[in-house]
């Protein structure tokens, strides 16, 4: 049976998580309260990757809520994609620094699948800031770590964590949909702007 801090991190979350694919600002203010209840929820379980992400989480959704207001010369920001030779750069690095973390958790903590753990951790962060830039590509990190995160939490005795991340990875490939749509609208848009000029 799931606590009720379980339930209430999966129930805020899940809401943000939608209004992000949605390509609404208000994803921001919801992840908040969901970040500090699952921050709370990891520490109980001893994924201690999990909580260092939630950390993250809650300052970048300041951030995030910033940029996504203000963040193109004072204007909302667009949809953009990002160029695959940075994405690639940066899947690399977040594997390193996953490999790294995991072994530091290994040697000198008690934590529960740290290299795993820690996987979810770095690719979530390189999805988090693809996220506050509004780069269609995060949607393609965010289903890498969610496939990696529902067996985790799942191993965990999280039910109904693994559940909802099970529902993120299908919310994951709505978003890059709609995404998508709203990037092949403005390619056009500017295609149309350019031809009349």
Same mark, same amino acid.
């Given at each position: 049976?799931?606590?009720?801090?379980?339930?209430?991190?999966?129930?805020?979350?899940?809401?943000? *998580?939608?209004?992000?694919?949605?390509?609404?600002?208000? @994803?921001?203010?919801?992840?908040?309260?969901?970040?500090?209840?699952? #921050?709370?929820?990891? $520490?109980?379980?001893?994924?201690?990757?999990?909580?260092?992400?939630? *950390?993250?989480?809650?300052?970048?959704?300041?951030? #995030?809520?910033?940029?996504?207001?203000?963040?193109?010369?004072?204007?909302?920001?667009?949809?953009?994609?990002?160029?695959?030779?940075?994405?690639?750069?940066?899947?690399?690095?977040?594997?390193?620094?996953?490999?790294?973390?995991?072994?530091?958790?290994?040697?000198? @903590?008690?934590?529960?699948?740290?290299?795993?753990?820690?996987?979810?951790?770095?690719?979530?962060?390189?999805?988090?800031?693809?996220?506050?830039? %509004?780069?269609? !590509?995060?949607?393609?990190? &965010?289903?890498?770590?969610?496939?990696?995160? *529902?067996?985790?939490?799942?191993? %965990?005795?999280?039910?109904? @964590?693994? $559940?909802?991340? #099970?529902?993120?990875?299908?919310?994951? &490939?709505?978003?890059?949909? %709609? &995404?998508?749509? !709203?990037?092949?609208?403005?390619?056009?848009?500017?295609? @149309?702007?350019?031809? %009349?000029?």
């Amino acid at each position: 049976m799931p606590s009720s801090l379980e339930i209430f991190a999966n129930l805020f979350y899940l809401a943000a *998580v939608l209004l992000a694919a949605r390509n609404s600002v208000h @994803t921001w203010s919801v992840g908040l309260v969901g970040c500090l209840l699952f #921050g709370w929820l990891f $520490f109980d379980v001893q994924l201690y990757a999990d909580v260092t992400l939630q *950390v993250f989480f809650i300052a970048t959704s300041l951030l #995030g809520w910033w940029s996504w207001q203000h963040g193109q010369s004072g204007a909302a920001l667009f949809i953009t994609r990002t160029p695959w030779y940075g994405l690639l750069l940066a899947m690399l690095i977040a594997l390193l620094v996953a490999l790294g973390y995991g072994a530091l958790l290994h040697h000198f @903590t008690n934590a529960y699948a740290p290299f795993i753990d820690s996987l979810v951790l770095t690719f979530s962060v390189l999805a988090q800031l693809l996220l506050m830039r %509004r780069k269609l !590509e995060n949607w393609y990190c &965010w289903l890498l770590v969610n496939s990696l995160a *529902v067996p985790l939490f799942a191993s %965990r005795e999280l039910y109904l @964590t693994a $559940f909802i991340y #099970g529902l993120f990875w299908c919310n994951a &490939w709505y978003g890059l949909y %709609r &995404w998508q749509r !709203e990037v092949a609208v403005l390619d056009s848009s500017a295609a @149309t702007a350019e031809q %009349r000029a």
